[in-house]
């Protein structure tokens, strides 16, 4: 199955949309990869899940990529006598270690790190902001604060605290089972919630010890500001518009959307552009004009990929979706301006041999208007490089590793194919023109370029390239 799209498309699953034949049809719609929200999804869901997707897999005959995505640390105010209390702006708050219900007066919270961190002048905000406090006073016990805005708060409503750093790994005890279990299921990116420092992303990368791709989602200001480190322990960035939306002005966001964005493509990490995209399309056949203009600015970004929440997961159009995103993605990248605004974004490589072959791989393609750069790739980092490059012809990246190519499914313009590794030079390159004639993106009499490292089998030494023709039996010529 050939994708012309260069951008790719990150589905969610959930209960409309975890038996296998919607899978299939999700992926047939145009979704590359697939999320699975271990927020509401049980060891044996999640397992029956990954093994519906590989089969899928099988029957497509490409990879795809699983992406668990971990809840995180969940902070909640307690309950009330009377399940809600109805405030007054300017009028005084408290949030307690008192199990006791609630009141008008005052809460339980039961998270005593938040008494340690607070400091007066902190906002905390309640139920996705709705309801907005700030605190006055800290006896380590209990929160004085004063409403700022809103009126009701209700049982179990979650807590946001933009301006504190909480003394709180990325992981709970929760997460910690959860990833052991995806972990033995073989999935390849795990997803982490709530990041704030580096050292989160290193705790979870002693556990996982390779065996899945790490994604640090971006979605408080903490982790904003230290973005530069956190994105030096991880794998790739998810831009969780969400929670980012929650804690930092909503103004803010569309600029951090780009700084994180621009960031990854430097860096070479992919970069994931995350919720409400199609929200409307969670109820509706169609989306809002306001909801193309965002998926196509995404896609204008140079993003690697978008993702759909409960689009796919729980709306009643989720094939729709899937197909409407799809859509928006192939029109984009026909735009007059796409390459122009791709291009100008375009920064220095790094000075490497292996960059500097990625460099030339796009710079000689595109001036002999080659079919495509065709790259092996066993650990994944020469595609990474080929799509950092962002080249207007197709990647073709081929690896015999099939996680790496697994994990390759979010990357940028990124075709992969499991291929057996290459025996000698000669093998390489046939390899390489017969594969893109087999995948329809080279005829006969169609030059390619195919890079590599030399000796074979050695990962990260991309070192050398090779321009083909594709012979008339499909193999490649000199």
Known sequence: MRRTRKVKILATLGP??????????????????????MSHTDHALMRELVGRIREVEKRAGRPIGILADLQGPKLRVGSFAEKSATLKVGQDFTLDDNPAPG??????????????????????????GRLQLEAVENNGGSIRCKVIAGDRISDRKGVSLPDTDLPLGALTEKDRRDLDAVLATGVDWIALSFIQRPQDLAEVRK????????????????????????????????????????EMPLEAVPGIQKQITRACRRAGKPVVVATQMLESMISAPVPTRAEVSDVATAVFEGADAVMLSAESAAGQYPAEAVATMSSIGNQV????????IIDAQRGAPEPTGAD????????????????????????????????????????????????TARRLSLVWGTHCVVSEDASDLEDMVDRACRIAFEERFANPGD??????????????????????????DGLGAL
């Open 103 to 128: 009141d008008e007066s005052r809460v339980h919270l039961p998270h005593p790190e938040i008494f340690d961190a607070v400091e007066p002048g902190h906002r905390l905000l309640i139920d996705d």
């Open 16 to 37: 409309a949309s975890s038996d296998e034949a919607m899978i299939a049809k999700l992926h047939e719609a145009g979704a590359d990869a697939f999320r699975i929200n």
């Open 333 to 340: 990248e026909r735009d007059p301006n796409y390459h122009d």
């Open 207 to 246: 556990v996982a010890r390779g065996r899945a791709a790490l994604m640090a989602k971006i979605e408080k200001p903490q982790a904003v500001k230290r973005l530069a480190e956190i994105m030096e322990l991880s794998d790739g960035l998810m831009v969780a518009r969400g929670d980012l939306g929650v």
């Open 447 to 472: 030059r390619v370029i195919v890079t590599a490292g030399v000796p074979l089998r050695t990962p990260g030494a991309t070192n050398m390239l090779r321009i083909a023709y594709i012979g008339s």
């Open 356 to 403: 500097a072959i990625s460099l030339a791989s796009r710079q000689i393609a595109e001036t002999l208007h080659l079919s495509a750069i065709i790259t092996y790739t066993s650990s994944g980092t020469t595609g990474l490089r080929a799509a950092r490059e962002r080249p207007r012809v197709p990647i073709i990246a081929l690896s015999p590793v099939v996680e």
